[in-house]
Nanobody
Framework: QLVESGGGLVQAGGSLRLSCAAS????????MGWFRQAPGKEREFVAA????????YYVDSVKGRFAISRDNAKNRLFLQMNDLKPEDTAVYYC?????????????????????WGQGTQVTVSS
C-alpha cells in the first residue's frame, strides 16, 4: 500500500515536500516514481528513482526545481518541489516498480509500475 501526503495550496515560487509511505518491508527493492494528473489532462511522469543504484530521472519541465529521494529505513519516498508554478497544479501519485535496470523511457512509462497510491492534491496559485 502506498499513501501520499504533503500536498496543499501554495503560492507560485513556493515549496512543498511530498511524502509517500509504503507498507512493505521490501520497499528498498522497488524503484519508485512520481506522476501527476492535472485537470482535463492525462497523467504524466514527473520523477523516478531506481532501487539498484538510486539513479534519478525527471521530466524536463521540473528539472532543477524538483528532487526525488528515498529513505529505505523508513519506507518512504519524497518529492521536494521548489519554485512551484501554476502549471504544477495537479494530483500527485507515487508508484512502485519491480524494475531496476531500465532507462528513462522505462521508468517514465506508467505500465512499468504495478502499485499506485491514491494521490495528493497540489495547487499552486499565481
Amino acid at each position: 500500500q502506498l499513501v501520499e501526503s504533503g500536498g496543499g495550496l501554495v503560492q507560485a515560487g513556493g515549496s512543498l515536500r511530498l511524502s509517500c509511505a509504503a507498507s512493505t518491508k521490501y520497499f528498498r527493492t522497488f524503484s519508485m516514481g512520481w506522476f501527476r494528473q492535472a485537470p482535463g489532462k492525462e497523467r504524466e511522469f514527473v520523477a523516478a528513482i531506481k532501487w539498484t543504484d538510486d539513479t534519478t530521472y525527471y521530466v524536463d519541465s521540473v528539472k532543477g526545481r524538483f528532487a526525488i529521494s528515498r529513505d529505505n529505513a523508513k519506507n518512504r519516498l519524497f518529492l521536494q518541489m521548489n519554485d512551484l508554478k501554476p502549471e504544477d497544479t495537479a494530483v500527485y501519485y507515487c508508484a512502485a516498480s519491480i524494475g531496476g535496470y531500465g532507462s528513462h523511457n522505462y521508468f517514465s512509462t506508467q505500465t512499468s509500475y504495478a502499485y499506485w497510491g491514491q494521490g495528493t492534491q497540489v495547487t499552486v496559485s499565481s
